[in-house]
């Protein structure tokens, strides 16, 4: 994996940049659709295409309990099992075990725990979280951490991310290659000093790319912000950074003038699934008797499929009626915004004109709420 | 509408036709995919396409009481509101009325029922069926029969047939064009005299198309063969024979060389969802975990999306893991399969081999079961 940075936006921290992977290019800044357990939920690739998606997000702990890493591997890696031929990435497994799993026992060693599926026991150390990513065949891979809950006092985000970097060395040993990717990640919850701290060490150790995670947890919006703009300025300017999970769309545009490069996040899927729909003009619920005989489409200046061919009435019917299509064209149109505003940001980013173009977009939205006031699991789509 | 014969084989009673409607020409011997309520369940109208699918059935009953015809018919019709631009047949909504709604009362009239949604009540008369197909703007519209229980005795198979002929004879002076065409239903049990009598006289009403209703339901293979091959013996050689709800591979072939043209059917569509696959040696279980590490694709001879790209053993982590992927590729594939059954039907009766290839194709499939026997409603899916 390459890494180029293109651009520097002259009036924010905003990155135009090129992550070249064994599965081709990258635009950054981009959003990654997370596809939990080898698929994006109600996609199929031939939609992903159509998008013009670079690379999706899919999460080890699934993947490793169902079907498991090593029938992936046999059967050719995660690329050709799920039939899709861009970049993946992979996070370490530590964020489900800590949030998904039974009886789970942290360690020096790794994190002991049950599977939430059928109770068998696992253990995932910093070697085995490499191990399995590599079994997977992704394009870049995550460093095992721990994201310890956000109302952790100091001491505990102290010790926990000091044990995340030596976690950060460990998976470094086990895996020393730029090919694929490796990512470190930076802990220390929202004090700044365990941050900067978390962010020199494991740029000390080295990594290919760096993410930001335990944000987009409920710290609120401000917080993550400042946290974000203290830490990138601490990181490399020529290998990307990720913030883990996050988030809206106020949440990108905002991180994107921060100097982050990728994101992921369930917002778009998860709440198309729940009838939430994205629009230049903020979020739509298609559920509401108030669309029942609305011709419109869900947003007039979208261009996506749904949009092209389909009625804010048909879909309230598809809701309403349960029907699977219902889910997926409403999926269809919130990946097609969130890529798109990608798509636009980068275009700013290019034309000079970032700032302007971030403020018009944010006074569309209006108030749209932050990642971090959801209070729902954004880390995997499930 | 118009239909045109185009041959008849020497062989067989199997018939090779066009049936030209407002929204295109349908090839015959054609399958109707079921999209009970606006939509083929997981499909979009791309998917459909991509399989050169003519016509669909969907729902009266349904589609009255969720979304209303109305609010359709203010939308511009079904076929806008679905986004579907070929040809639809929808059912009259009796047999739905008698199978899913509560406190149904059956007179002269009509039948009095509460919706099976809301317990709201309604009352369906052969006027009111019309009404409301035509509000729907489809293609075909059927006419209000009643559809006895197969294990009914004579004099109750007797009277509802007589009942079904004067609803008949009501629905074609409430639309008595061809365009939209309206097809009138013969009843009559398994008894061959009321058969002969519903044909007779269903034809001497005069309908665009002419379906043969409540067969496939519990009377066996046996009987059901022999009542479609001495019902369409009676039946005018230039008007469409559509057997309703049925069936299985080997029934479609079967019914083709008596003489029938249309079938609609859930079994492709819910065995999908079911994960029971068509393959052209037979039915296979996805769920099976002996197909956990197989990268063959469901049927190596099917040109299907879901055969050119996924493994067996892919279908089968979907399936497992609650994918609504899983669901919609097998969608795909089955209803390829159905379709594409029916293609080389055509084919082989422009080739003059319909007998042959019927032998040879029923021999591969082994003992397929009829929907006869399968015990389940295969007339709307839901």
Redesign the interface.
Same mark, same amino acid.
């Given at each position: 994996m390459h890494y180029t940075l293109l651009t520097t936006d002259s009036a924010t921290g905003a990155r135009r940049g090129t992550i070249q992977t064994a599965h081709g290019p990258v635009e950054t800044p981009v959003f990654m659709p997370v596809g939990t357990?080898?698929?994006v939920?109600?996609?199929?690739? %031939?939609d992903l295409h159509a998008e013009d998606c670079r690379i999706l997000l899919a999460n080890t702990y &699934?993947l490793y309990l169902?079907?498991g890493h090593e029938?992936i591997r046999? !059967?050719?890696g995660l690329h050709r099992?799920?039939?899709w031929d861009r970049a993946i990435l992979t996070d370490s497994g530590g964020y489900q075990v800590m949030s998904l799993a039974a009886l789970r026992r942290l360690t020096e060693e790794g994190v002991a725990f049950q599977s939430h599926l059928d109770g068998s026991r696992h253990t995932l150390t910093p070697e085995r979280a490499v191990e399995i990513q590599l079994a997977l065949g992704v394009d870049i891979l995550m460093a095992l951490d721990e994201c310890p809950p956000h109302a952790a006092d100091y001491a505990y985000h102290a010790a926990s991310m000091e044990r995340t970097l030596r976690w950060a060395a460990r998976c470094r040993v086990a895996h020393s290659s730029d090919e694929p990717a490796l990512f470190g990640i930076v802990q220390g919850g929202t004090f700044p000093d365990l941050r900067a701290r978390s962010a020199e060490e494991t740029r000390r150790i080295g990594f290919t790319g760096y993410a930001l995670g335990g944000l987009g947890i409920g710290e609120g919006a401000a917080a993550m912000y400042a946290i974000v703009e203290d830490t990138t300025a601490l990181l490399p300017d020529d290998a990307p950074r990720y913030l883990m999970g996050v988030g809206t769309p106020q949440d990108l545009l905002e991180c994107i003038a921060r100097g982050v490069d990728m994101f992921d996040c369930v917002l778009p899927t998860r709440n198309a699934r729940n009838g939430t729909l994205f629009t230049a003009a903020g979020r739509l619920n298609i559920k509401g008797a108030v669309h029942? %005989?609305d #011709?419109r489409p869900v947003d007039p200046g979208c261009a996506c499929?749904t949009c092209r &061919?389909?009625?804010r +009435?048909?879909l309230?019917? !598809?809701y309403? +009626?349960d #029907?699977? !299509?219902g889910? %997926?064209?409403n999926t269809i149109h919130n990946l097609h915004y969130y890529l798109d505003l990608m798509r636009q940001a980068r275009q700013a980013i290019e034309a000079g004109c970032f700032a302007a173009w971030k403020d018009t977009t944010l006074a569309r939205l209006r108030a749209e709420p932050s990642t971090s006031q959801d209070g729902q699991e954004t880390h995997n789509d499930v």
């Open positions: 357990q080898a698929t939920k109600t996609l199929d690739p %031939r &699934h169902r079907p029938i046999d !059967l050719g099992f799920m039939g029942a %005989r #011709e499929y &061919h389909f009625s +009435a048909y309230r019917h !598809l309403v +009626a #029907e699977i !299509l889910l %997926r064209l």
